[in-house]
């Protein structure tokens, strides 16, 4: 019911008949058990003013006439950089204890995408995204074949340990610890992990064009070398001029067998449904109903914006020509 309010109230320039605002740009930190009580004031305010940092970045682009690829990019890049989220710096662990990350961006115009998986050593895995879109035949690199693209590209690399924080290093170690006693069968679903925290950016420039990107560390304590939705273009991530653009986060695995983003995208297409039905349709009905969770931003070729969540937070906000707005929990 919580999220339908918040649909309701986000969606309601739309339903009032008002033109959305373009451009727009919209963010998310991920989604997850994010409740008031595991979040001190301390904490939460700088969550806060990352996001708002990302968001006035990303839009001061579109207000100057940046495309909304750039403008996706540079908000991507500055949630890469801050420890809070589990993409970039501060990203989780793998079972074997080191990082791999993936990220994905599409431009709505040509639907042109790229997109990198399971790297190590790419300081800002969005912008190899960007690159294996620019200046490769390709639309995913993984691995070490992502690196050593990355190294040719001239973009910033880093050791893998540059993405450890003390606080996933501690959660990974206890992670480590309870599937010790439970005989390693702890998921990593389990309520204290499941702070998913991937980051994303959809956004609408002055020429009506789309884009979407998203980036994360994954799962913490996925298995060695496993690949979630955030760089699986249709699953984590997807743009089309013609309908929407939808960065997604939660349990990759279930937005995978669903291609969420492209799902919602078709939802519009073939379905006729306004935005925010096509996500209550997926997200909610669709994606809980198999047994996922998780959340995901999107906004429409209108520039109407969507913000919705299965879970009890979200990290997320907006900013265009009539406001900004950053938000954490499910009652805001
Ligand atoms: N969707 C990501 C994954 O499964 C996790 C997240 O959203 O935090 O890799």
Same mark, same amino acid.
């Given at each position: 019911?919580?999220?339908?309010?918040?649909?309701?109230?986000?969606?309601?320039?739309?339903?009032? =008949?008002?033109?959305?605002?373009?451009?727009?740009?919209?963010?998310?930190?991920?989604?997850?058990?994010? %409740?008031?009580?595991?979040?001190?004031?301390?904490?939460?305010?700088?969550?806060?003013?990352?996001?708002? &940092?990302?968001?006035?970045?990303?839009?001061?682009?579109?207000?100057?006439?940046?495309?909304?690829?750039? @403008?996706? !990019?540079?908000?991507?890049? /500055?949630?890469?950089?801050?420890?809070?989220?589990? @993409?970039?710096? =501060?990203?989780?662990?793998?079972?074997?204890?080191?990082?791999?990350?993936?990220?994905?961006?599409?431009? =709505?115009?040509?639907?042109? @995408?790229?997109?990198?998986?399971?790297? +190590?050593?790419?300081?800002?895995? /969005?912008?190899? $995204?960007? %690159?294996?879109?620019?200046?490769?035949?390709?639309?995913?690199?993984?691995?070490?074949?992502?690196?050593?693209?990355?190294?040719?590209?001239?973009?910033?690399?880093?050791?893998?340990?540059?993405?450890?924080?003390?606080?996933?290093? @501690?959660?990974?170690?206890?992670?480590?610890?309870?599937?010790?006693?439970?005989?390693? %069968?702890?998921?990593?679903?389990?309520?204290?992990?499941?702070?998913?925290?991937?980051?994303?950016?959809?956004?609408?420039?002055?020429?009506?064009?789309? $884009?979407?990107?998203? +980036?994360?560390?994954? !799962?913490?304590?996925?298995?060695?070398? &496993?690949?979630?939705?955030?760089? /699986?273009?249709?699953?984590?991530?997807?743009?089309?001029?013609?309908?929407?653009?939808?960065?997604?986060?939660?349990?990759?695995? *279930?937005? !995978?067998?669903?291609?969420?983003?492209?799902?919602?995208?078709?939802?519009?297409?073939?379905?006729?449904?306004?935005?925010?039905? $096509?996500?209550?349709?997926?997200?909610? +009905? &669709?994606?809980?109903?198999?047994?996922?969770?998780?959340?995901?931003?999107? /906004?429409?070729?209108? =520039?109407?914006?969507?913000?919705?969540?299965?879970?009890?937070?979200? *990290?997320?906000?907006?900013?265009?020509?009539?406001?900004?707005?950053?938000?954490?929990?499910?009652?805001?």
């Amino acid at each position: 019911m919580k999220h339908l309010i918040f649909c309701i109230l986000i969606c309601a320039s739309a339903a009032y =008949g008002q033109k959305p605002p373009v451009p727009a740009i919209v963010i998310h930190g991920g989604a997850g058990t994010i %409740e008031r009580s595991n979040l001190s004031p301390e904490a939460e305010a700088e969550i806060r003013a990352v996001l708002q &940092r990302a968001l006035d970045t990303g839009y001061s682009i579109l207000e100057n006439g940046g495309n909304a690829t750039d @403008a996706v !990019m540079a908000a991507i890049t /500055i949630l890469e950089d801050a420890p809070q989220f589990n @993409a970039g710096k =501060g990203a989780v662990m793998n079972d074997a204890g080191t990082h791999e990350l993936d990220a994905s961006i599409m431009e =709505g115009l040509n639907l042109n @995408a790229g997109a990198v998986a399971g790297s +190590s050593i790419i300081k800002n895995p /969005i912008l190899a $995204a960007h %690159e294996v879109m620019l200046r490769s035949p390709h639309v995913l690199l993984a691995g070490k074949g992502a690196d050593q693209f990355a190294r040719q590209q001239k973009l910033s690399i880093v050791e893998n340990k540059y993405f450890t924080t003390e606080e996933v290093l @501690a959660k990974w170690k206890k992670m480590k610890a309870q599937k010790q006693n439970t005989r390693g %069968e702890a998921a990593p679903t389990e309520r204290e992990f499941a702070k998913f925290g991937t980051v994303g950016a959809v956004a609408i420039d002055k020429e009506g064009s789309l $884009a979407a990107g998203t +980036s994360t560390g994954g !799962m913490m304590g996925k298995m060695y070398n &496993r690949i979630g939705d955030s760089p /699986i273009i249709g699953a984590g991530t997807y743009a089309d001029n013609n309908t929407c653009a939808v960065s997604c986060t939660g349990h990759g695995e *279930y937005f !995978m067998r669903l291609a969420v983003a492209k799902e919602i995208s078709d939802q519009i297409e073939f379905g006729k449904k306004p935005l925010a039905d $096509a996500v209550t349709y997926t997200l909610v +009905s &669709r994606l809980v109903s198999m047994g996922g969770s998780g959340g995901l931003i999107a /906004i429409d070729k209108h =520039g109407n914006i969507v913000m919705d969540f299965t879970t009890p937070g979200m *990290y997320r906000g907006y900013k265009h020509a009539k406001g900004t707005k950053t938000a954490v929990y499910a009652d805001e």
